[in-house]
Nanobody, 124 residues
Framework: QLQLVESGGGLVQPGGSLRLSCAAS????????IAWFRQAPGKEREGVVC????????YYVDSVKGRFTISRDSAKNTVYLQMNGLKPSDTAVYYC?????????????????WGQGTQVTVSS
């Protein structure tokens, strides 16, 4: 059974940092494009970043470029999202998701397997 489990969310002050983890079971993350999405209350789910299968190239949306970094640890079968310079507008539930056959895309409908989400709150 394919499963993704996120962790690492929490409450942080503006300007602070968090590192989210997305651990996989039942499949190897190396063969999938993995993306992080977020959904704030009353808003649609939006893509943030993805790391492509195989070569681990990355794609970021403009709003997080220079602040967020995605990485993959193949030995731990885990993808990380390092978030620095957090803003109140980054507050949302963050989800990771996997897709087998796409690259450089953060469109939710193109992802097949989803985690349960982890809450990130940026507030003073």
């Amino acid at each position: 059974q394919l499963q993704l489990v996120e962790s690492g969310g929490g409450l942080v002050q503006p300007g602070g940092s968090l590192r989210l983890s997305c651990a996989a079971s039942g499949f190897s993350l190396d063969y999938y494009t993995i993306a992080w999405f977020r959904q704030a209350p009353g808003k649609e789910r939006e893509g943030v970043v993805c790391i492509n299968a195989g070569d681990s190239t990355t794609y970021y949306v403009d709003s997080v470029k220079g602040r967020f970094t995605i990485s993959r640890d193949s030995a731990k079968n885990t993808v990380y999202l390092q978030m620095n310079g957090l803003k109140p507008s980054d507050t949302a539930v963050y989800y990771c998701a996997a897709s087998f056959a796409i690259r450089d895309t953060v469109v939710p409908a193109q992802y097949d397997c989803w985690g349960q989400g982890t809450q990130v709150t940026v507030s003073s």
